[in-house]
């Protein structure tokens, strides 16, 4: 008997959560130690105190209540306030049981407080990291609403050009060919000259209609794929602006139509911008595959972007231009990625897409 109750004796003093023994006064007539630990107490000095001494006072009326249903029913579980002998304040979980043995009633209690902290910097966190998705969510919402207006305007404006053109020019060139063949039925003009200059209207309208058809969507890239037409912007571009390129151009599969008429667009783009705003007498192009991914990079030698709109855009999208914001949106919905940076001098702006080849697109769509 002797040897059990060492046994015992041994379980509760070294028994990692905090034991008590209450009396039916609610008096504590036994802690151990890591009880006496987490109330501050020695322990010799346990049994000066009641269960209520260590509530916190805003919950003593609800242990009044609660200790006549916990001696009714038997056991109790929850979790609450103490506070300790020097006043701080601890949650703990507790678990308690009535009568254990008649008119003594045992309740075992574990700190929380740590956890409970670390759980309300948890969710404070997550409340602070929602507000800041929500705030770019909506920025984002709202720099996309501009570009699609922008965009709509920008087609609209493009339009009017090709309507432009259209009239001005190859309207024009139509009804000079118009009036020379109603001329060729007067038998007193030069109808040979009248010929001549009848097939140099024709040409020019050709080229003229060539020159836009290539501008909307160029033959190239259906016929020859990706590469082929990138040379032939980065020709047309050097002749037309007087800027000089630097072309560096893998030979490339074939891919998707869908990343080839994008990653056209965007070097069409990025031409713009270098004629347009960076004043820049040169610029490099790159073009090359590399393990699955399509890497286009444009380097100019200008001015640059102001660095608080360079942030800005790469935290929302807006802020360096619609000519930019629509590249970032071709190159998101395929799945690439962008970066934009400032040089020494000039802007950089480099996308990677990874693709496969159209002929093992092709290839798994026949599989499936």
């Not at 009239?167 to 000079?176: A, M």
């Not at 030979?251 to 004043?279: D, G, I, K």
């Amino acid at each position: 008997m002797s040897d059990q109750a060492d046994l015992f004796q041994a379980l509760f003093d070294n028994f990692p959560e905090a034991i008590l023994i209450a009396d039916d006064n609610r008096r504590y007539v036994a802690a151990n130690p890591a009880a006496c630990q987490l109330l501050g107490v020695s322990s010799d000095e346990i049994t000066k105190f009641r269960i209520d001494d260590f509530a916190a006072p805003h919950l003593r009326e609800q242990i009044e209540l609660a200790w006549k249903s916990f001696i009714d029913e038997g056991l109790q579980k929850g979790e609450y306030e103490l506070v300790r002998r020097d006043g701080t304040l601890r949650k703990v979980v507790f678990s308690a049981n009535a009568n254990f043995v008649p008119g003594l009633h045992v309740s075992s209690l574990r700190d929380v407080t740590e956890q409970r902290l670390a759980e309300a910097r948890a969710e404070e966190e997550l409340r602070k990291v929602n507000e800041r998705l929500e705030a770019a969510v909506e920025q984002r919402t709202a720099a996309l609403r501009v570009l699609s207006a922008r965009l709509l305007q920008l087609r609209d404006e493009e339009q009017r050009k090709i309507a432009r053109e259209l009239h001005d020019s190859v309207g024009q060139d139509l009804t000079s060919v118009l009036i020379t063949l109603d001329l060729l039925s007067r038998p007193d003009l030069d109808r040979d000259q009248l010929i001549s200059d009848t097939r140099q209207t024709v040409e020019r309208l050709l080229s003229e209609i060539r020159t836009l058809s290539h501008l909307l969507h160029p033959p190239l890239l259906d016929e020859a794929g990706l590469a082929s037409a990138t040379r032939w912007l980065v020709e047309g571009f050097a002749a037309r602006s007087g800027v000089e390129v630097n072309l560096e151009l893998d030979t490339l599969p074939r891919l998707p139509a869908a990343t080839e008429v994008m990653l056209f667009r965007v070097l069409q783009e990025c031409m713009t911008n270098v004629h347009r705003h960076s004043e820049s007498g040169r610029a490099d192009v790159r073009l090359v595959m590399d393990k699955g991914r399509v890497k286009l990079q444009v380097r100019d030698y200008g001015r640059g972007i102001p660095s608080e709109k360079l942030e800005q855009f790469r935290k929302s999208g807006s802020g360096a231009g619609i000519g930019l914001a629509g590249i970032r949106e071709r190159v998101i919905d395929t799945g690439g990625y962008l970066e934009i940076a400032n040089a020494a001098p000039g802007t950089i702006i480099t996308l990677t897409v990874p693709v496969e080849s159209a002929s093992h697109e092709e290839g798994k769509s026949s599989a499936a």
